[in-house]
């Protein structure tokens, strides 16, 4: 399959290098930072488990008509450049290609349906501890990589199917979905809250989690959330809260959201995407949501732009 891949950062290029060396033809579309290591260097995979492999891509370019149409689109930017980087990626869309956001959120889907046009986003949850050591070598922590994708009405199409065949053929566990939306709005409730929660305490999982107060503080930020996802329309119920917090309670103790690094080391950040989200829905459908406020709020000093 001719696939396009949008952004080169932790995720686009794990799954670059692995469609590549499943027999893909994959052409990544990224900064200019990233094309000459790509070009020259190849792509680098490193594993936890000390595996270190190289691959050549298909192409490397910072503008999408020199690309070209591609059978399937992979997006892998930040929640916050979906808009933009969807904008600039029309040269790679026939009419029915399907658009996979692997962003944590839940509007992805919209700013595609804004960029693009309507048609082509599908819905999509990843799950995958990668991050970029510098332009063209990816690092795999470990753990099995897996997407959940579907259309979002829950049709079961054949570009469904055939994109699960060929993520499942490149050693990432894919599961098609006939409510994505509710997969998404599950996965948004964790993120936000414990990110949330552990930027303003500026502590690792494991503390946030092990103290009486701060702990109810992620089950009721995540209670939030439900209840917002249940007025935008996902199927969220108390047994997800439970199912969620022992997500929660399996990471390693040491961990930290994303959000939270970002937020510590003064690099831009995904707040105004995650709890910033939570927020303008909660207010567009008249639901209290005074924790995320109180997170976003807070947080939003720490911002860079």
Known sequence: MRIGIIGAGGVGAYFASALTVAGHEVHVLSTP?????LTVQGLRLTTGDGQDSTVALAGVATDAESIGGCEAVILACKAGQVHDAMTAAGPLLGKNTPVLPLQNGVTAAEQI???????HALGGVCM???????PGHV???????AVTLGELDGAATSRVRD?????????????VSSDISTDMWRKFMLITSYGGVGALCRKPVGEVRSHPHTRRLVQDAMAEVAAVGRAAGANLTEADIQITMSQYDAFTPDSTASMQRDLAAGRPSELDEQNGTVVRIAQHHG???PIHTT?????SILEKS
């Open 113 to 119: 349906h804004r960029a693009v046009g309507a048609g």
């Open 163 to 175: 994109l699960k065949a060929v993520l499942d053929g490149a050693g990432i566990t894919a599961t």
């Open 295 to 299: 997170i976003y709020r807070t947080l």
């Open 33 to 37: 930072r990233h094309v000459q290591p």
């Open 287 to 289: 639901i209290p949501a």
């Open 128 to 134: 995958i501890i990668s991050y970029l050591v510098e």
């Open 139 to 145: 690092h795999h922590v470990g753990g099995q990589p």
